[in-house]
DNA sequence: TTCTTTAAGGAGAATGATTCTTATTTAGTA
DNA sequence: TACTAAATAAGAATCATTCTCCTTAAAGAA
């Protein structure tokens, strides 16, 4: 289902930015693609409809949704940056073949490894956030 | 501790691979510094003794170790690439204000995991590893 | 011990990813 | 409608990694 422009709209400007169409549609285009995707999937993806854009722009808008939690940025063992369109705790399925990275969510999983962490004491560390890398092989790829 | 270059020598020719001075003392560096440095990190420490190593060479050691399973890549969010010493499965402490990344192993962890993911079915999907990402702060950063 | 062979390393260029700088454009407010 | 500060465009600069070609050397055979 896809992000209304509305939506998008709301959601950047509720975080106090202003709104440009560059940054409506890096984020849709983060939406529609769907696949962590680097700066220049979502450079390439965009360029279809906004033939100017500029890559600067790109990396700058990226940045700045990421430094207000409209999205997020995805760990690889790269020299790659990739961007996640889903905020929300979720975990993900790496395959080491290739650069393919799955969503996954369970609350389950959530809850157990919640339940875990209450009880575990971390000196010097104020713990935020438990992301689960499911590493393995997709047949697809 | 230490490990003795005997140790690592013995390693590096079980993996059936020539063992040159460069390659011990890349792989001396990483369980030395055991703070999953960077490639430029490893080059820096290195030549202190080796002050004429290439960069292309620490890559392409790097390369070859991991592909040796000797070390392994860690999974970063940044465009840098990072190495583990530390082959055995473990998980690691993100900290989201610098790039601290700190080892984090428990077995009871490991074993409520791994009772989690068998019962579990991935589809299409030959799992391999499952690795925590423990997101937080820590306070000395 | 010496010689040979093939793999590894050195040096630096090339490539790709990201950041920076400056001038222009524009979103949002008055 | 006008104004201002922020955002964008364009391209240069920087940084991380890979590639190419020539030289060196590890390891094994003789």
Redesign the interface.
């Known amino acids: 289902m896809k992000t209304s422009i509305e939506h998008i709209r709301d959601k950047i400007s509720k975080k106090g930015l202003k709104v440009t169409p560059q940054r409506i549609c890096i984020l849709e285009a983060i939406y529609d693609l769907d696949n962590h995707p680097t700066a220049d999937n979502i450079t390439e993806y965009i360029r279809e409809t906004h033939p100017n854009i500029a890559t600067g722009t790109v990396y700058k808008v990226l940045e700045t949704l990421v430094e207000n939690n409209l999205i997020k940025?995805?760990?690889?063992?790269?020299?790659?940056?990739?961007y996640d369109g889903i905020i929300e705790a979720h975990h993900h399925?790496?395959c080491?073949e290739c650069d393919l990275i799955e969503d996954y969510m369970?609350h389950?999983?959530d809850e157990?490894?919640k339940d875990?962490?209450k009880k575990?004491k971390?000196p010097?560390?104020?713990?935020?956030?438990?992301?689960?890398?499911?590493?393995?092989?997709?047949?697809?790829c």
């Open positions: 940025k995805v760990k690889t063992d790269r020299d790659i940056m990739r399925l790496y080491s369970d389950e999983l157990l490894l875990y962490f575990k971390f010097g560390f104020k713990l935020e956030d438990i992301v689960v890398q499911i590493r393995g092989t997709f047949d697809k």
